[in-house]
Every structure is written in structure tokens, then in C-alpha cells.
């Protein structure tokens, strides 16, 4: 952990105020700021240098971490929240989101899976905690997207709900303030929403310029679920194993690029001022201060034009990043399955 910061954090003098951040406001009535810190560090990147980046962010004014279980670096982001809560930064200033694994959907292991992460991350509540994915399906981490696990079993609605009911005894229970779903489609939403007592107040669903997924995302505001857009800048630095030869690269397309130059920044930059002013939440990751101060900065000064909003919505390419190979069972045609792409729930 860099060692200033450690020792004596403090709002950094070139700190964006946290109050210039755009919020977002959800159905629970609560705010959301609308830029997160991602912390997954894709393999490539240390739980150090990640908290490292947790704690520089903040003091650079972020303000909104999105973590999870199996990013497996919570222990190391807590140490830097202790320190940045102990410095001076207020619990409620923060948004802390954190999200139940795959291997942790059965009877009573939500709540277990919820107390490790708030005992990690050295709290006593979240203030979002998501289902990962929809399915209970698991694999080993970092393993080869060929490998399949044999108690994988397509999506259940009872399944589901019984995972969700969970979710929601962590609100009636104060531990969580909000609870959402990720990784959704509209044909599985459609199963379980008149099923949910507390409906989600987020949705967190991979988007970018080339991945767009307009029908979600519309339906997610129809219903009242904020979206987050992970990936926002297409994941550059995503696993290996993750990257595909169909794969396109948001950041060297044309017109984000144009974007780029005329405002003197980097295309990722442009990536997710589009997203902001489109009005999901972005929640780019980066160990590199010039970078996370950049992609915070893209939500306050110099929006997209019109013309520049209205280019970036014709470049949509349909190229998921995050396909989800692993979490297929056995029998499943391919990673299309987990998506219900025909409007219908794959069986
Ligand atoms: N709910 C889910 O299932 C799910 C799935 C995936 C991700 N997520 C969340 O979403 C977060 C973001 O997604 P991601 O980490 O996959 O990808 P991303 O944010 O789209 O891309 C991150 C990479 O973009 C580059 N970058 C970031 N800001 C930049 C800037 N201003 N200028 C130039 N390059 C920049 C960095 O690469 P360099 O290091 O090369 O500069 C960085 O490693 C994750 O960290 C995680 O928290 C959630």
C-alpha cells in the first residue's frame, strides 16, 4: 500500500469534490454516486496495487467501490477504507458495493457469504450487495473457459428466489442497504419480478460502446432498476482467457477516437463520459492515478456533443466480453445459453 497514504491519508490538493459527482437517485430513495472504482484486478494486477487504488481514489474524491467475493482482494480494499474512514472520510460520504458468489447461493450461505464480506471489508453495512450471476453454477478461479462443472444446471426460478428471499432478510436485517441483481436478462427478470418482495434497485450488466444491450437497459429503466455498466471501457486488460479473436475494441474505434481528440483526452475517457451521460453508472477500473482521476473527471467537465452522443449510439457491435463459458452445463450448445438472446429462458 503506498506508504503516504498509509500513514497519513488525506484528501489529496488536486481532489475532485466529491460533491461534483453526479448522483443517482434509486427507488429506495438513496443516492448512488455515479462513478465507481472497479477493483477486479482481471489477474494482472496485485490486491496491493489494487488497494492501493482504493485508497488513492478516494482521496482523489471516488466516493463509489465496487467490490465482490470472489475479486478475492476484500481483506486488502478494507484495510484501506479502515484507513481512509479513520482519516477523516465519513461511513455515509461512502457507496460500498459487494456482491454474493456463486458457491455461496444455498440455504443460510448468503448471510454467511454477506458477514465475510463486511467483516473483510471491515463494516457494518453495504450499501448495495448484488447476486453475482443468476445461477448457482461455479467453477475453480482462473480456470480455462472449456472446463464445465458437472453440478452446473440451467436457471431455476425456485433456485433464484431462494437466493433472493436471502437477499432480501440482509435488508430486513439492516445489513445491507440496498440489494440488486447482475448479469440478468429480461426473459429472467420477467420470471421472478412479481415473485420478488423487494425489487431490485440496480442492475449491474456489461456495457460499453460496442456492447450497448439496448432492450436491458431499457427495461431496466422502465422498472425502476438503475443500471451499472461494468466493462465500461471494453475491459482492455480482461483475462486471456476472456478475449476472443471476434472481440472489437471500443477505445481504437473511430469515432470514439474522434471524441478523444477533439477533447485532448484518452478514448477511455470518452468511453465513459458516454456512458455517464447516457445515464448508466460506470464503474471503470484502474491501478494508475492519472487514469482514475481521468474517468472521474469524465462525469464533471466537458460532456459529449449531441452529434458526439448520437455517433457513439450507431457504433453498437453486440460484442460481449464476458460471455460466461464457465457457467455452463453440461448438454448447454454454448455461452449464447446463458443469455436467452430469443427472449425466452434456455433449459
Ligand atoms: N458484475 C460483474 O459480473 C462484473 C464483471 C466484470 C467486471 N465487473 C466490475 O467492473 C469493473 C470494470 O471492468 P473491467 O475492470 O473489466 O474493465 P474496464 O474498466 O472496462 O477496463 C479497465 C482497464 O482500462 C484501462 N483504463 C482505465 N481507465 C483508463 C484511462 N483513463 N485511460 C486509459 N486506459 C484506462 C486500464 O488498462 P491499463 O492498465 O492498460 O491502463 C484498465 O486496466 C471491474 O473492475 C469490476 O469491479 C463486474
Redesign the pocket.
Known amino acids: 500500500m503506498e506508504s503516504n497514504l498509509r500513514v497519513n491519508f488525506k484528501i489529496a490538493d488536486n481532489t475532485i469534490n466529491p460533491n461534483d459527482v453526479p448522483k443517482r437517485k434509486l427507488r429506495t430513495g438513496d443516492e448512488i454516486p455515479a462513478v ?7 489477474d ?2 496485485s490486491k496491493e496495487d489494487i488497494a492501493d487504488a482504493v485508497l488513492g481514489a478516494i482521496s482523489i474524491g471516488y466516493r463509489h467501490i ?3 467475493s470472489v ?1 478475492m482482494n476484500e481483506p486488502e480494499i478494507g484495510e484501506a477504507l479502515d484507513i481512509a474512514i479513520k482519516g477523516g472520510i465519513a461511513r455515509e460520504e461512502l457507496w460500498i458495493t459487494s ?1 454474493v458468489w456463486n458457491d455461496m447461493h444455498g440455504k443460510g450461505d448468503v448471510l454467511v457469504s454477506c458477514a465475510t464480506s463486511l467483516r473483510d471489508l471491515k463494516l457494518d453495512y453495504l450499501d448495495l450487495y ?1 447476486l ?2 443468476p445461477y448457482p453454477n461455479y467453477h475453480a478461479p482462473g480456470c480455462d473457459v472449456d472446463s464445465r462443472n458437472p453440478n452446473s444446471n440451467p436457471f431455476s426460478v425456485e433456485e433464484f428466489m431462494g437466493t433472493w428471499q436471502q437477499m432480501e432478510r440482509l435488508v430486513d436485517m439492516g445489513l445491507v442497504k440496498n440489494i440488486g441483481t ?2 440478468m436478462t429480461i426473459a429472467k427478470f420477467k420470471a421472478v419480478w412479481h415473485l420478488m418482495r423487494i425489487k431490485p434497485a440496480i442492475n ?3 456495457l ?1 460502446p460496442h456492447f450497448q444491450q439496448h432492450d436491458l437497459y431499457d427495461y431496466c429503466i422502465e422498472n425502476g432498476i438503475q443500471p ?11 483475462p486471456d482467457r476472456d478475449k476472443t479473436d471476434q472481440d472489437t475494441v ?2 481504437e474505434d473511430p469515432v470514439i477516437i474522434a471524441a478523444a481528440k477533439r477533447l485532448g ?5 470518452i ?2 463520459k458516454w456512458a455517464s451521460q447516457r445515464g448508466q453508472i ?7 492515478e ?6 472521474l473527471n ?1 462525469a464533471i467537465t466537458n460532456p459529449l456533443t449531441d452529434e458526439e452522443m448520437t455517433a457513439i449510439s450507431k457504433i453498437d457491435k453486440g460484442c460481449r ?2 460471455k460466461g463459458q464457465v457457467f455452463l452445463w453440461e448438454g448447454a450448445n454454448g455461452w449464447e445459453d446463458l443469455w436467452d438472446n430469443d427472449g425466452t429462458i434456455t433449459k
Open positions: 465507481g472504482l472497479g477493483t477486479f484486478g482481471s494482472r494486477f465496487d467490490c465482490a475479486y456482491k448484488l453475482h450471476w447482475s448479469n449491474e450488466m456489461e460499453h451499472i455498466g461494468f466493462c465500461p471501457i471494453g475491459s482492455p486488460t480482461r471500443d477505445i483526452v484518452h478514448p477511455a475517457v468511453c465513459v460506470p464503474i471503470p477500473f484502474s491501478v494508475k492519472i487514469e482514475y482521476m481521468g474517468n469524465a466480453l464476458i
